[in-house]
T-cell receptor, first 114, second 110 residues
Framework: DSGVTQTPKHLITATGQRVTLRCSPRSGDLSVYWYQQSLDQGLQFLIQYYNGEERAKGNILERFSAQQFPDLHSELNLSSLELGDSALYFC?????????????FGPGTRLTVL | GESVGLHLPTLSVQEGDNSIINCAYSNSASDYFIWYKQESGKGPQFIIDIRSNMDKRQGQRVTVLLNKTVKHLSLQIAATQPGDSAVYFCAERRDDKIIFGKGTRLHILP
């Protein structure tokens, strides 16, 4: 158990809908990262927040957005969902904001778009 | 279990033997490398990392080797155990992002 929690574990929805994925980092960690893992693209970095502020951006679509709240939990919002958005979404956390800080991954949310 | 990737390279190793998992990276400016292990149904788990000013780093039962000349990274697992069965990813720090490789599935033979 990494100490990072993600909810829900599974999510099934329809095209065009909007969903919110939630992540609670390990106690004491200030950074949260979001990743998408799909069969064809592998593990792709989406976005990083550090202490409430956006720190780095990866291959995140404009239909997707994220935020980190004062209590350091984070939410990833996915809107206008398409079939291709079906994937595993992982959250990771680290103590600091540097990329050489060890990232601890949560168990993931499996999103299925029908 | 979950499939984390289609057509992943697979390495089959006899239990007790040493495993060597290889990874090639493309950007000579990458300065930090990480190996992750992902078991079925779980998120990636940090194994070991290495900075570009090093050639070798050892952990518990694992060794990472970095050859910057040919842009090659390897993970050696000593005395492979059934619990080592997983998908292994290398990752590199490039342009302020962590870029993951496609992964190699390690299969342990009894």
């Amino acid at each position: 158990d990494s100490g990072v929690t993600q909810t829900p574990k599974h999510l099934i929805t329809a095209t065009g809908q909007r969903v919110t994925l939630r992540c609670s980092p390990r106690s004491g960690d200030l950074s949260v990262y979001w990743y998408q893992q799909s069969l064809d693209q592998g593990l792709q970095f989406l976005i990083q927040y550090y202490n409430g502020e956006e720190r780095a951006k990866g291959n995140i679509l404009e239909r997707f957005s994220a935020q980190q709240f004062p209590d350091l939990h984070s939410e990833l919002n996915l809107s206008s969902l398409e079939l291709g958005d079906s994937a595993l979404y992982f959250c990771a956390s680290s103590v600091g904001g540097g990329l050489s800080d060890t990232q601890y991954f949560g168990p993931g949310t499996r999103l299925t778009v029908l | 279990g979950e499939s984390v990737g289609l057509h992943l390279p697979t390495l089959s190793v006899q239990e007790g033997d040493n495993s060597i998992i290889n990874c090639a990276y493309s950007n000579s400016a990458s300065d930090y490398f990480i190996w992750y292990k992902q078991e079925s149904g779980k998120g990636p788990q940090f194994i070991i990392d290495i900075r570009s000013n090093m050639d070798k780093r050892q952990g518990q039962r694992v060794t990472v080797l970095l050859n910057k000349t040919v842009k090659h990274l390897s993970l050696q697992i000593a005395a492979t155990q059934p619990g080592d069965s997983a998908v292994y990813f290398c990752a590199e720090r490039r342009d302020d992002k962590i870029i993951f490789g496609k992964g190699t599935r390690l299969h342990i033979l009894p």
